[in-house]
């Protein structure tokens, strides 16, 4: 079974350009969530998703950063206008789904490694 | 806040056993897991403590007290490959996910 899938795995871009990040979870997975990682850090959450409804996004820079789920499989994560100290690495990850006991395991892709210029 | 807090880097011997340890301040029941990640790759679920006690799997050991606020990861018989770096988690289900500080672990010959 295929894991998590993310793309692109490597981003280059200029300060103030667009950028977006995509991301499937794995199949029968309702949980999805979106993790900024600096390096030697630990993964930040960005947004969590329950299927197409954001449940926690209090961490979203929502000047700067959009997400969607619209059909509650696949999720795109978009920067725009980009800054320097976006440069970072996004994670991917996705569970069962809350009502699940075992929702606490959670399953990460590789991860978009960006540097914005 | 939130805040889970590790050492940051550990040093151990192949072969010996080394504890990370994990420390949070929010009160309420949570569950803890701990994932493995090596650099440059993806972080991989190891453990999770739904109560307090010791779980056991292979090499890996992991314990909650959730009465002092603590956890830790234990790992015996370290091997070369077993240098990652670790990160406790809270949260999941209906609960706010929240990781930790991270602790690289080196393991030295």
């Known amino acids: 079974e295929a894991g998590v899938v993310q793309s692109p795995r490597y981003k280059i871009i200029e300060k103030k350009q667009p950028v977006a990040f995509w991301c499937n979870p794995i199949s029968g997975h309702n949980t999805l969530y979106w993790y900024l990682q600096n390096l030697g850090q630990g993964p930040e959450l960005l947004i969590r998703y329950e299927n197409e409804e954001a449940v926690d996004d209090s961490q979203l820079p929502k000047d700067r950063f959009s997400a969607e789920r619209l059909k509650g499989v696949d999720s795109t994560l978009k920067i725009q206008p980009a800054e320097l100290g976006d440069s970072a690495v996004y994670l991917c990850?996705?569970?069962?789904?809350?009502?699940?006991?075992?929702?606490?395991?959670?399953?990460f892709g590789p991860g978009t490694r960006l540097t914005v210029l | 806040g939130q805040s889970l807090e590790q050492p940051s880097e550990v040093t151990a011997v192949e072969g010996a056993i080394v504890q990370i340890n994990c420390t949070y301040q929010t009160s309420g029941f949570y569950g803890l897991s701990w994932y493995q990640q090596h650099d440059g790759g993806a972080p991989t679920f190891l453990s999770y403590?739904?109560?307090?006690g010791l779980e056991e799997t292979g090499r890996f050991s992991s314990f909650l007290s959730r009465s002092d606020s603590y956890g830790y990861l234990l790992l015996q018989e370290l091997q070369m490959k077993d240098s990652a770096s670790y990160f406790c988690?809270?949260?999941?289900?209906?609960?706010?996910?929240?990781f930790g500080t991270g602790t690289k672990l080196q393991v030295i010959p």
């Open positions: 990850a996705s569970s069962l789904g809350r009502w699940r006991e075992a929702d606490n395991e959670q399953f």
């Open positions: 988690a809270r949260g999941g289900g209906y609960q706010k996910v929240t």
């Open positions: 403590n739904a109560l307090d």
